[in-house]
Nanobody
Framework: QVQLVESGGGLVQAGGSLRLSCVGSGRPFSDYAVAVAWFHQAPGKDREFVAA????????NYADSVKGRFTISRDNTKNTVYLEMNSLKPEDTAVYYC?????????????????WGQGTQVTVSS
């Protein structure tokens, strides 16, 4: 079955950077990861959209809170999706999840995504 595994989370000071990775396996990447995205979830809050891109790496879609600071990208030859996070703020602290779907008709909505990773914790200290 499809498996998405995130890595790269950790503890960083405000203003710092992290690069998250998400590797897919189990089936050909093109079967389930035409669209890919990152969401995050802080304690006591709903899972929120961060960024999404299409198969070709275009159509970048970002939450207003991360525009200009985060960049989503992918390497289909490695079945991998990345999230480059710069100028991190304490409010970016959350568990970050990778998501994939063949369609994702409403990419900012968590329910539109069929495949999820287990998440990686990002903590930004002030």
């Amino acid at each position: 079955q499809v498996q998405l595994v995130e890595s790269g989370g950790g503890l960083v000071q405000a203003g710092g950077s992290l690069r998250l990775s998400c590797v897919g396996s189990g089936r050909p990447f093109s079967d389930y990861a035409v669209a890919v995205a990152w969401f995050h979830q802080a304690p006591g809050k709903d899972r929120e959209f961060v960024a999404a891109i299409d198969w070709a790496g275009g159509g970048g879609n970002y939450a207003d809170s991360v525009k200009g600071r985060f960049t989503i990208s992918r390497d289909n030859t490695k079945n991998t999706v990345y999230l480059e996070m710069n100028s991190l703020k304490p409010e970016d602290t959350a568990v970050y999840y990778c998501a994939a779907d063949p369609v994702a008709r409403r990419p900012t909505v968590a329910g539109s995504w069929g495949y999820w990773g287990q998440g990686t914790q990002v903590t930004v200290s002030s």
